[in-house]
């Protein structure tokens, strides 16, 4: 894989995942308890030999920098690197990233113009929950002479005004693309064949339709010049669609488990369902492992508690408590008497010693963690966050959306946010 170059976009301001972007990057929120998303496509791109990485990154990009800088550092002979470059403005252009192209072509020099340029430069995602091996998708798109190359997914029809929708002939040939096409009719004409899925990559009883992962493989002439055209600016939007007719372009089908994390809902469900006896995709598979932090905290303690369908990271102190189909990230405390169900408390980053305790209760500020007698389900609780004792967030009213003091209700979900403080008593 020494031709081939890989580019993780990771700019965007994540919006539908506020405010759990509200001081970090999409690709720097936490998953599974002690990664981070950023964490899917690096390790993927570790185990598939890639040598030379480079991120993109925009807003709030503090944390990812820190993240990537602290974990992911190599020796000098080991012939791998992974390169931030954040958007600048230069002398000779002064705008931010307008798009996932241009976000590409604003650091075109920087990732492919060296003595060895390289033959491909592979595009990913930042914010998608998979494991892939990148070879056979670059072994694929050379065997086709392909120009680019598309990793797709199989979708149902209720599911294509997500994705950008491919039309693919049998031997993987596209022949249309429609960015999250919202005209049911329209949608109806993109069906694919059968034939280019493989086995059992269909859903029951449906037609096929593919849905872009947001994955490309580029030939690196082709992504040249399809950035020299400055009204390019996004791949999905404009690069694709323009490019059926004039270059190469075929789809990867991929069988395996994939999910955008897109919103809210998306990353709570995701989150939620490693905690199946078997889960679509295993964190515990030891022969291609998740990369992260190595984190230096003793393991967590639990003290007279009941715990079901759970995972636990290290460094927590979990006191007579109940958790059921929760996922507590590393530092966590949780008080005595309190229950968690179907919910994702992220930690902290650090611990409070006994002396920064009493001063924060002499400002009427709980400790961080979880306080004593609390309710908690059905909700999403941020590092830093300091709940009092008695705090109940179970939206029994099941409110769609909603913005209070210190915390937020999307899709259903309660979200309290990084550093937030809910006094004793409060109730959402």
């Not at 709030?60 to 550092?73: G, R």
Request: charged fraction near 25%; include cysteine.
């Amino acid at each position: 894989m020494t031709s081939v170059r890989a580019v993780i976009l990771g700019g965007g301001r994540g919006t539908r995942l506020f405010p759990l972007t509200r001081e970090r990057a999409k690709p720097s929120v936490p998953i599974a308890g002690r990664f981070r998303l950023i964490d899917i496509p690096l390790s993927n791109c570790i185990h598939s030999d890639l040598r030379e990485i480079f991120i993109l990154t925009q807003f709030n990009s503090a944390s990812l920098i820190h993240h990537v800088a602290e974990t992911y550092h190599f020796g000098l002979l080991s012939g791998r690197s992974v390169r931030i470059l954040a958007a600048a403005q230069t002398p000779g252009n002064m705008r931010w990233y307008q798009g996932t192209a241009d976000a590409v072509r604003q650091n075109l020099r920087h990732i492919v113009e060296s003595p060895d340029n390289p033959a491909h430069v592979l595009i990913l995602a930042g914010d998608q929950l998979y494991r892939m091996d990148y070879r056979d998708l670059v072994a694929r798109h050379c065997q086709r002479q392909a120009d680019i190359t598309v990793g797709v997914v199989s979708t149902t029809r209720d599911q294509t005004h997500r994705f950008g929708i491919l039309c693919a002939q049998a031997d993987g040939r596209v022949t249309r693309f429609v960015e999250k096409p919202a005209d049911p009719s329209q949608v109806e004409t993109l069906a694919s064949d059968l034939s280019c899925l493989p086995a059992g990559g269909a859903p029951p009883g449906e037609r096929a339709f593919l849905a872009s992962m947001g994955i490309y493989v580029f030939r690196t002439e082709v992504l040249v010049e399809a950035l020299a055209d400055a009204s390019n600016i996004d791949f999905g939007e404009h690069i694709l669609p323009r490019g059926i007719d004039r270059w190469r372009v075929f789809a990867y089908p991929f069988a395996g488990y994939w999910e955008d994390i897109g919103t809210i809902r998306t990353y709570y469900e995701a989150n939620l369902a490693l905690l199946e006896t078997v889960p679509r995709f295993d964190f515990y598979d030891e022969s291609a492992p998740i990369y992260t932090y190595a984190y230096h905290l003793p393991d967590t303690k639990v003290n007279e508690s009941y715990i079901r369908h759970s995972m636990l990271a290290e460094g927590s102190i979990i006191d007579r408590s109940e958790i059921v189909r929760s996922i507590v990230g590393p530092r966590s405390r949780i008080g005595a008497g309190s229950r968690i169900e179907a919910s994702i408390i992220m930690g902290a980053d650090f611990y409070e010693s006994a002396a920064q305790i009493e001063a924060n209760r002499q400002r009427g500020r709980p400790p961080i963690g979880v306080g004593r007698d609390c309710r908690i389900c059905g909700a999403i609780v941020d590092k830093g966050a300091r709940l009092g004792d008695g705090v109940v967030l179970a939206n029994r009213e099941g409110i769609a959306e909603a913005d209070g003091e210190d915390w937020y209700i999307r899709d259903r979900i309660i979200v309290v946010p990084r550093d937030a403080v809910l006094p004793s008593g409060t109730v959402v």
